[in-house]
């Protein structure tokens, strides 16, 4: 793992979003593996501010999103889908047709998780993920198991993760408690991985994530074995790792 220090929020996003236009500057029609969460915000608001002043171009651009919540419809605020709209794709000229969430509305679990698969595996999968890490060392909505999952599938949110995010919701009995995420097999098959994380409530994950083991127990481990992952972190999520 490649380890970038930045010195707070709006550093580790520029930095972020630097290597997101490169890749996207060397190959146009790439693919981007998107994710959600405050974490990527700042960096979809500087790759925005850069496409406004004509220095990237997504016209040719392809985008598959790591997860959505069970349940909810595309339009709900709440969705990913809606998410992605507002904080990103609505503001830069790419083609909405080749933006691709997994789709909450539908209640067929397992025929929902199938397309999803068969769309990412026929797309030939990101050539950039970008992911954020959950307090627990989740990725998607990957939560710690005893074993790392394989393709996209719904998962049980934890009683954790459910807090953290109802800081999103009016109350905290609105957030979904299940959720469709890309497994963490599928997340390993992009070509690079950026994976970006800001605060002090991070330090421990990353901390897990770049000196553990490779666990389940922490799913951000694993990335420990991509030929090619950075982590962007700021000062406060790499206060627990003297040694990066
Ligand atoms: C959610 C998302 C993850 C994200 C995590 C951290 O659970 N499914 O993809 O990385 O939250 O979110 P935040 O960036 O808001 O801390």
Redesign the pocket.
């Known amino acids: 793992m490649k380890i970038i220090h930045a010195k707070d929020y709006a550093d580790m996003s520029r930095k972020a979003a630097n290597i997101i236009s490169a890749q996207v500057i060397l190959k146009p029609d790439c693919i981007l593996g998107l ?5 990527p915000i700042g960096a979809y608001q500087q790759l925005i501010k850069w496409y406004e002043k004509g220095d990237v171009d997504f016209a040719q651009v392809s985008t598959y999103n ?2 959505e919540y069970r349940g909810l419809l595309h339009d709900d605020p709440q969705s990913y889908h809606f998410f992605m709209r507002d904080n990103f794709f609505n503001h830069i000229n790419i083609d909405l047709s080749r933006t691709h969430v997994p789709d909450g509305s539908t209640t067929d679990a397992a025929a929902a998780c199938a397309e999803y698969d068969r769309m990412v595996a026929a797309a030939g999968y990101p050539d950039l993920q970008l ?4 307090n627990n060392g ?4 990957n939560e710690p198991d005893d074993h790392f999952s394989a393709g996209t599938h719904c998962v049980d949110l934890t009683e954790s ?1 459910i807090e ?2 109802s800081r999103l919701f009016d109350n905290i009995d609105d957030v979904p408690r299940q959720a469709y995420t890309m497994g963490v097999q599928t997340i390993m098959y992009a070509r690079m991985i950026v994976i970006a994380a800001s605060g002090e409530k991070k330090a421990q994950a990353v901390r897990d994530m770049c000196f553990g083991p490779v666990t389940p127990s922490c799913p951000a481990s694993i990335l420990q074995l991509h030929t090619n992952c950075v982590v962007v972190a700021d000062e406060a999520a790499l206060s627990l790792c003297p040694e990066a």
Not at 35 to 39: C, E, I, N, R
């Open positions: 994710a959600t969460g405050s974490t790591l997860d992911l954020g890490i959950g989740h990725i998607g909505f993760t953290a995010n």
